[in-house]
Protein backbone atom coordinates (compact mmCIF):
# COMPACT_ATOMS: atom_id res chain seq x y z
CA UNK A 1 0.00 0.00 0.00
CA UNK A 2 1.55 3.17 -1.39
CA UNK A 3 1.75 6.11 1.76
CA UNK A 4 4.00 8.62 2.73
CA UNK A 5 5.10 8.30 6.78
CA UNK A 6 5.08 10.57 9.30
CA UNK A 7 5.24 9.73 13.00
CA UNK A 8 2.08 11.55 14.93
CA UNK A 9 1.93 11.33 18.55
CA UNK A 10 -0.61 8.36 19.75
CA UNK A 11 -3.11 10.73 21.13
CA UNK A 12 -3.28 13.64 18.75
CA UNK A 13 -3.34 11.11 15.87
CA UNK A 14 -6.62 9.43 17.80
CA UNK A 15 -8.20 12.83 18.14
CA UNK A 16 -7.61 13.80 14.51
CA UNK A 17 -9.04 10.79 13.27
CA UNK A 18 -11.87 11.07 15.53
CA UNK A 19 -12.93 14.93 14.09
CA UNK A 20 -12.54 13.32 11.07
CA UNK A 21 -14.81 10.86 11.58
CA UNK A 22 -17.25 12.68 13.34
CA UNK A 23 -17.86 15.77 11.07
CA UNK A 24 -16.06 15.13 7.96
CA UNK A 25 -16.88 11.36 6.83
CA UNK A 26 -20.38 12.02 5.22
CA UNK A 27 -19.10 14.77 2.86
CA UNK A 28 -15.64 13.02 2.30
CA UNK A 29 -17.53 9.98 0.78
CA UNK A 30 -19.88 11.81 -1.10
CA UNK A 31 -17.35 13.75 -2.93
CA UNK A 32 -15.02 10.45 -3.42
CA UNK A 33 -17.82 8.54 -4.91
CA UNK A 34 -18.79 11.62 -7.29
CA UNK A 35 -15.02 11.66 -7.88
CA UNK A 36 -14.12 8.24 -9.03
CA UNK A 37 -14.05 8.56 -12.32
CA UNK A 38 -12.48 11.24 -13.10
CA UNK A 39 -9.65 10.20 -10.32
CA UNK A 40 -9.09 6.92 -11.99
CA UNK A 41 -8.34 8.53 -15.59
CA UNK A 42 -6.07 11.26 -13.75
CA UNK A 43 -2.13 10.86 -12.64
CA UNK A 44 -1.65 10.14 -9.26
CA UNK A 45 1.11 12.44 -7.38
CA UNK A 46 3.16 9.27 -7.77
CA UNK A 47 3.89 11.20 -10.99
CA UNK A 48 5.15 14.28 -10.19
CA UNK A 49 8.72 14.85 -11.11
CA UNK A 50 11.49 13.99 -8.90
CA UNK A 51 13.85 16.85 -8.60
CA UNK A 52 17.05 18.14 -6.55
CA UNK A 53 15.86 21.54 -6.46
CA UNK A 54 15.18 23.58 -3.72
CA UNK A 55 11.45 24.28 -2.65
CA UNK A 56 9.40 27.40 -1.32
CA UNK A 57 5.90 25.75 0.29
CA UNK A 58 3.71 29.20 0.80
CA UNK A 59 0.53 29.17 3.00
CA UNK A 60 -1.45 32.22 3.95
CA UNK A 61 -0.24 33.39 7.79
CA UNK A 62 -0.17 37.04 8.37
CA UNK A 63 3.83 36.81 8.26
CA UNK A 64 3.54 36.65 4.50
CA UNK A 65 2.01 40.28 4.53
CA UNK A 66 3.92 41.73 7.44
CA UNK A 67 7.35 40.87 5.80
CA UNK A 68 6.32 41.13 2.18
CA UNK A 69 7.29 37.79 1.19
CA UNK A 70 5.75 37.58 -1.71
CA UNK A 71 6.93 40.64 -3.33
CA UNK A 72 10.76 39.69 -2.23
CA UNK A 73 10.34 36.00 -4.12
CA UNK A 74 8.81 37.83 -7.27
CA UNK A 75 12.14 40.35 -7.51
CA UNK A 76 14.23 37.23 -6.28
CA UNK A 77 14.24 35.13 -9.82
CA UNK A 78 13.78 31.60 -7.65
CA UNK A 79 14.42 29.15 -9.92
CA UNK A 80 12.84 25.60 -7.19
CA UNK A 81 9.73 24.87 -7.17
CA UNK A 82 6.64 26.78 -5.73
CA UNK A 83 4.33 24.96 -3.62
CA UNK A 84 1.13 27.11 -2.57
CA UNK A 85 -1.62 26.45 -0.25
CA UNK A 86 -5.25 26.93 -1.94
CA UNK A 87 -6.08 29.98 -0.15
CA UNK A 88 -2.86 32.19 -1.28
CA UNK A 89 -3.32 31.09 -4.76
CA UNK A 90 -4.57 34.12 -6.18
CA UNK A 91 -2.58 36.79 -3.93
CA UNK A 92 0.54 34.84 -4.99
CA UNK A 93 -0.78 35.25 -8.85
CA UNK A 94 -1.28 39.14 -8.67
CA UNK A 95 2.49 39.62 -6.44
CA UNK A 96 3.97 37.98 -9.75
CA UNK A 97 4.85 34.83 -8.52
CA UNK A 98 3.45 31.88 -10.13
CA UNK A 99 3.60 28.42 -8.40
CA UNK A 100 4.49 25.38 -9.89
CA UNK A 101 1.83 23.30 -7.78
CA UNK A 102 -1.32 24.31 -5.83
CA UNK A 103 -2.76 21.70 -3.04
CA UNK A 104 -6.05 21.39 -2.15
CA UNK A 105 -7.69 19.19 1.03
CA UNK A 106 -10.39 19.82 2.67
CA UNK A 107 -14.12 18.90 0.91
CA UNK A 108 -15.78 22.12 1.76
CA UNK A 109 -17.15 23.85 -1.21
CA UNK A 110 -15.75 27.33 -0.78
CA UNK A 111 -12.35 26.50 -1.94
CA UNK A 112 -13.59 26.74 -5.09
CA UNK A 113 -13.44 29.81 -5.11
CA UNK A 114 -9.58 29.89 -4.45
CA UNK A 115 -9.35 28.65 -8.13
CA UNK A 116 -12.84 30.27 -9.71
CA UNK A 117 -10.65 33.75 -10.71
CA UNK A 118 -9.54 35.08 -14.08
CA UNK A 119 -6.39 35.12 -13.13
CA UNK A 120 -6.01 31.38 -12.42
CA UNK A 121 -7.41 30.87 -15.41
CA UNK A 122 -5.14 32.58 -17.40
CA UNK A 123 -2.07 30.63 -15.75
CA UNK A 124 -4.14 27.50 -15.84
CA UNK A 125 -1.18 25.88 -17.97
CA UNK A 126 1.68 26.98 -15.75
CA UNK A 127 0.28 25.56 -12.60
CA UNK A 128 -0.60 21.93 -11.92
CA UNK A 129 -2.75 21.10 -8.83
CA UNK A 130 -2.52 18.25 -5.89
CA UNK A 131 -6.01 17.45 -4.69
CA UNK A 132 -6.91 14.84 -2.21
CA UNK A 133 -9.59 12.48 -3.48
CA UNK A 134 -12.25 14.16 -1.47
CA UNK A 135 -12.57 17.58 -2.96
CA UNK A 136 -15.76 18.94 -3.79
CA UNK A 137 -16.46 17.63 -7.88
CA UNK A 138 -17.08 21.50 -8.93
CA UNK A 139 -13.10 22.22 -8.09
CA UNK A 140 -12.00 19.53 -10.24
CA UNK A 141 -14.35 21.23 -13.00
CA UNK A 142 -13.51 24.57 -12.24
CA UNK A 143 -9.83 24.27 -12.46
CA UNK A 144 -8.84 23.27 -16.05
CA UNK A 145 -5.26 22.45 -15.63
CA UNK A 146 -3.36 19.87 -14.90
CA UNK A 147 -4.84 17.44 -12.08
CA UNK A 148 -2.58 15.25 -9.81
CA UNK A 149 -5.13 12.86 -7.10
CA UNK A 150 -3.94 11.52 -3.23
CA UNK A 151 -5.85 10.04 -0.48
CA UNK A 152 -6.38 11.87 2.73
CA UNK A 153 -6.47 9.58 5.47
CA UNK A 154 -9.93 8.66 7.53
CA UNK A 155 -8.56 6.85 10.26
CA UNK A 156 -6.01 4.78 11.01
CA UNK A 157 -4.66 2.95 7.82
CA UNK A 158 -2.35 0.16 9.54
CA UNK A 159 -5.90 -1.55 10.75
CA UNK A 160 -7.52 -4.40 8.72
CA UNK A 161 -10.47 -2.98 8.61
CA UNK A 162 -9.50 0.49 7.78
CA UNK A 163 -11.35 2.69 5.71
CA UNK A 164 -8.47 4.87 4.34
CA UNK A 165 -7.00 1.25 3.05
CA UNK A 166 -10.03 0.28 1.16
CA UNK A 167 -10.18 3.55 -0.79
CA UNK A 168 -6.51 3.37 -1.66
CA UNK A 169 -7.49 -0.51 -2.67
CA UNK A 170 -9.91 1.29 -5.28
CA UNK A 171 -7.99 3.69 -6.84
CA UNK A 172 -4.15 3.14 -5.59
CA UNK A 173 -3.78 6.56 -5.12
CA UNK A 174 -0.71 7.43 -2.82
CA UNK A 175 -2.06 8.13 1.07
CA UNK A 176 -0.72 11.19 2.46
CA UNK A 177 -1.50 11.46 5.96
CA UNK A 178 -4.09 14.29 7.15
CA UNK A 179 -3.03 16.72 10.22
CA UNK A 180 -5.53 19.44 9.92
CA UNK A 181 -4.01 21.96 7.70
CA UNK A 182 -3.12 22.34 3.77
CA UNK A 183 -0.20 23.55 4.44
CA UNK A 184 1.12 20.52 5.65
CA UNK A 185 0.12 18.43 2.75
CA UNK A 186 2.40 20.70 0.79
CA UNK A 187 5.34 19.81 2.94
CA UNK A 188 4.75 16.11 2.35
CA UNK A 189 4.48 16.83 -1.45
CA UNK A 190 7.50 18.99 -1.58
CA UNK A 191 9.57 15.93 0.79
CA UNK A 192 7.53 13.60 -1.91
CA UNK A 193 9.29 15.05 -4.68
CA UNK A 194 13.13 14.83 -3.02
CA UNK A 195 13.20 18.65 -2.97
CA UNK A 196 16.00 19.63 -0.74
CA UNK A 197 16.04 22.00 1.17
CA UNK A 198 12.20 23.13 1.48
CA UNK A 199 11.48 26.68 2.59
CA UNK A 200 8.26 27.62 4.76
CA UNK A 201 6.52 30.98 4.57
CA UNK A 202 3.32 32.35 5.69
CA UNK A 203 3.17 28.72 7.54
CA UNK A 204 2.62 30.93 11.20
CA UNK A 205 -1.18 29.63 11.31
CA UNK A 206 -2.38 33.73 12.18
CA UNK A 207 0.13 33.24 15.27
CA UNK A 208 0.34 37.25 15.10
CA UNK A 209 -3.55 37.89 15.90
CA UNK A 210 -3.99 34.99 18.23
CA UNK A 211 -0.91 36.84 20.14
CA UNK A 212 -3.69 39.40 21.47
CA UNK A 213 -5.89 37.20 22.75
CA UNK A 214 -5.37 36.75 26.99
CA UNK A 215 -5.41 32.44 26.59
CA UNK A 216 -2.64 32.40 23.42
CA UNK A 217 0.05 30.99 25.77
CA UNK A 218 -2.34 28.16 26.70
CA UNK A 219 -2.95 27.70 23.01
CA UNK A 220 0.67 27.63 21.87
CA UNK A 221 1.27 25.07 25.12
CA UNK A 222 -1.27 22.44 23.61
CA UNK A 223 -0.34 22.72 20.28
Request: hydrophobic share 40%; aromatic share 8%; glycine share 4%.
Amino acid sequence: MAKININLDPKTKEQIMKNTLTNQLPIWMRNFARNIPTIMKSPDIRELRRTDRSAIVIGAGPSIKKYKHLEILAKSNYKGVIIATDRILVECIKKGVIPDIVCSVDADPTIITFYNHELVHKNRKKISAVLSTVVDPLLIKTFKGRKYFFHPTFDDMNSLTSLTRAVHYMTRNIIIPSIGDVGSNCWYIAKFMECNPICLIGMDHSEFELEDLGDYKQMKENL
